[in-house]
């Protein structure tokens, strides 16, 4: 579905990604992990059309699109719920959902996709009303992601879903993305929570400095000596 190849990417004179390639198979979810400052952000933007890669490629669905916009991108399928939530905060839960339907295959469907996204998140529906600024951090995060799907993408990138979130509703955060998967939406992940992103996806790599260091199904990777001991602390 996404394939990233030989990618290079710049800020001003600072070389930021080296020579990044992977896959995302269909249906599957991918995480990217590694410490702060690794490129994680970084490749995310690229993929999304908010930085312009110096050298290679990108192809979701066949085509190249690191040549394109970002709201290009959307169109496309591909949807990035980032880091920090960046909602709409003056606005109600409902207006937030509303524009992420802003693509028009998505406006015409956004009466089904709402009713779908309140199914998924029912606090949403009891809150539709409220301003954004009124919700906890959990509820906030779940709007977050719930405008992220009312693109209807076929790609999702969630970056950081459980940044700042109590234990209980990083549970939650998971269960909901499993389930993503199991609706035949693609996940694109970049999380901190190394244990619980290895124990909920199906294959992943690890940036170090800018560059792939490892890569493999995520059963590979917990019992890779290199991640206990630098991820897991074990």
Same mark, same amino acid.
């Given at each position: ?23 995302? +198979? ?30 290679? !490629? ?45 693509? +028009? ?23 539709? +009303? ?55 939406? !693609? ?9 619980? !992103? ?37």
């Amino acid at each position: 579905m996404l394939e990233v190849s030989n990618l290079n990417a710049f800020y001003g004179n600072i070389h930021v990604l080296w020579d990044i390639s992977f896959t995302v +198979k269909e249906a599957e979810i991918f995480a990217l992990i590694g410490a702060n400052g690794a490129g994680k952000s970084t490749l995310l933007r690229a993929i999304s059309g908010l930085l312009l890669p110096a050298s290679g !490629t990108i192809t979701f669905l066949g085509q190249r699109i690191d040549h394109l916009s970002s709201n290009e991108i959307v169109e496309l399928g591909l949807s990035h719920i980032p880091e920090g939530r960046k909602l709409f905060t003056e606005m109600s839960v409902r207006e937030n959902l509303e524009m992420g339907a802003y693509t +028009k295959p998505a406006w015409v469907q956004k009466a089904e996709t709402l009713k779908w996204v309140y199914e998924i998140f029912p606090i949403l529906k009891e809150r539709e +009303k409220q301003l954004a600024s009124t919700l906890s951090g959990g509820e906030q995060q779940m709007l977050a992601m719930g405008r992220g799907l009312m693109s209807r993408p076929k790609l999702c990138i969630i970056d950081e879903p459980s940044n700042g979130l109590a234990p209980r509703l990083v549970l939650e955060v998971f269960k909901v993305i499993k389930s993503l998967r199991d609706q035949d939406i !693609t996940i694109l992940l970049v999380e901190q929570n190394v244990k619980h !992103t290895l124990e909920t996806a199906d294959r992943a790599c690890v940036l170090e400095n800018g560059r792939l260091a490892l890569d493999g199904t995520c059963q590979q990777l917990l019992d890779s000596e290199h991640i206990r001991k630098a991820y897991l602390g074990l």
